[in-house]
């Protein structure tokens, strides 16, 4: 599995909105879901959303649900985020890879996953 590329990061006021993408050359053809998490400061890294392998489902913990919506375009193996009402706890720095959905929690579905750079998202107060 090569490298995803996280992008669509920046400074952003609260509640303002951004839209995060990723692409993977497999996204379209590894039968997985795939996910966004994130990272902040201190902090251990968390699955915040989760896409069904077929696109028609999508997961999300209860800090961002409501406000994050997650989707996948096979065509350019592409997975985005888009965020709306941006709050301060959500500066992170955030990566995609393959995920599994628990009741709960969403966690990555590789043991070790290939994490790309990712991309900083900074919501100012």
């Known amino acids: 599995q090569e490298q995803p590329v996280e992008s669509g990061g920046g400074l952003v006021q609260a509640g303002g909105s951004l839209r995060l993408s990723c692409t993977s050359s497999?996204?379209?053809?590894?039968?997985?879901?795939w996910g966004w998490f994130r990272q902040a400061p201190g902090k251990e890294r968390e699955g915040i959303a989760c896409?069904?392998?077929?696109?028609?489902?999508?997961f999300y913990v209860d800090s961002v649900k409501g406000r994050f919506t997650a989707s996948r375009d096979d065509a350019k193996n592409t997975l985005n985020l888009q965020m709306i009402t941006l709050k301060p706890e959500d500066t992170a720095m955030y990566y995609c890879?393959?995920?599994?959905?628990?009741?709960?929690?969403?966690?990555?579905?590789?043991?070790?996953?290939?994490w790309g750079q990712g991309t900083q998202v900074t919501v100012s107060s």
């Open positions: 890879a393959p995920c599994s959905s628990l009741p709960g929690l969403i966690i990555p579905a590789q043991r070790s996953p290939r």
């Open positions: 497999t996204l379209s053809s590894d039968g997985f879901a």
């Open positions: 896409v069904t392998w077929s696109g028609n489902t999508a």
